[in-house]
T-cell receptor, first 113, second 113 residues
Framework: AQSVTQLGSHVSVSEGALVLLRCNYS??????LFWYVQYPNQGLQLLLKYTTGATLVKGINGFEAEFKKSETSFHLTKPSAHMSDAAEYFCAVINQAGTALIFGKGTTLSVSS | DAGVTQSPTHLIKTRGQQVTLRCSPKSGHDTVSWYQQALGQGPQFIFQYYEEEERQRGNFPDRFSGHQFPNYSSELNVNALLLGDSALYLC????????????FGPGTRLLVL
C-alpha cells in the first residue's frame, strides 16, 4: 500500500537560508509524487510533481525536489528562504488506482528575519 | 480561467444535522475528488466522481455521500453530523484520466457543535 512519511513536523530557518523538507514514500508501483503548499486558511497549491523521466523536478517559487528511488525519498529544497515561504507543506503519493492522493501529515515551515 | 470554487466558505452545524457542500471544478476538468482535512493533519480522501458516478471511495462511512451533475459540479453530503466531522473539506478537480494532477479549491470549514 502507498504511504508517505514527512520527517519533522516543524522546520525553522532564517531568511536566506537553505530550506530542506523531508519526505519518504512507500509504493508498490512506480510512484507519482507531489508537493503541495497550504497558506493559512487556504486550500492546497501544487508546487511540483514527479511522474516519470528526469528525477530532479523544478517547481514554482524556486522550489525543487529530487526523486531518489534507492532511498525512497522525494525531499523538497529551496536555496534561499523568503518570509513568504512560511506555510504548511504536504508531500503526497498517488494511490495504486491512480485516483486519490495519499498525504503525509505535513511540515510547518517558519522563516525568521 | 476560473479555478476550483467551493461554497460555502464556513459553516456551523449541530450534532445530528445534515450538511451539503458544493464544488465547481476548474474549467475543462471533468473529475471531482473530495478530501477531509482535520486540524493539524494532512487531507484524507473521501471519494472521487467521474461521469456522474462514484469511481472510488476512501475509508469513510455511508453518512458521507456525494453527487456529480452533468456540468461536472459536485456536492458532498454528510448526514447525522458528529463532533468529529469538524474539519476543512477540500474539493479537487482533474481531467478524466487517472493519475492526472489534482487542483484544489479553498475549502469549506465545517464546525459541528
Amino acid at each position: 500500500a502507498q504511504s508517505v512519511t514527512q520527517l519533522g513536523s516543524h522546520v525553522s530557518v532564517s531568511e536566506g537560508a537553505l530550506v530542506l523538507l523531508r519526505c519518504n514514500y512507500s509504493s508498490s508501483v512506480p510512484p507519482y509524487l507531489f508537493w503541495y503548499v497550504q497558506y493559512p486558511n487556504q486550500g492546497l497549491q501544487l508546487l511540483l510533481k514527479y511522474t516519470t523521466g528526469a528525477t530532479l523536478v523544478k517547481g514554482i517559487n524556486g522550489f525543487e525536489a529530487e526523486f531518489k528511488k534507492s532511498e525512497t525519498s522525494f525531499h523538497l529544497t529551496k536555496p534561499s528562504a523568503h518570509m513568504s515561504d512560511a506555510a504548511e507543506y504536504f508531500c503526497a503519493v498517488i494511490n495504486q488506482a491512480g485516483t486519490a492522493l495519499i498525504f503525509g501529515k505535513g511540515t510547518t515551515l517558519s522563516v525568521s528575519s | 480561467d476560473a479555478g476550483v470554487t467551493q461554497s460555502p466558505t464556513h459553516l456551523i452545524k449541530t450534532r445530528g444535522q445534515q450538511v451539503t457542500l458544493r464544488c465547481s471544478p476548474k474549467s475543462g476538468h471533468d473529475t471531482v475528488s473530495w478530501y477531509q482535512q482535520a486540524l493539524g493533519q494532512g487531507p484524507q480522501f473521501i471519494f472521487q466522481y467521474y461521469e456522474e458516478e462514484e469511481r472510488q471511495r476512501g475509508n469513510f462511512p455511508d453518512r458521507f455521500s456525494g453527487h456529480q451533475f452533468p456540468n461536472y459540479s459536485s456536492e458532498l453530503n454528510v448526514n447525522a453530523l458528529l463532533l468529529g466531522d469538524s474539519a476543512l473539506y477540500l474539493c479537487a478537480s482533474s481531467l478524466g484520466q487517472i493519475q492526472e494532477t489534482q487542483y484544489f479549491g479553498p475549502g469549506t470549514r465545517l464546525l459541528v457543535l
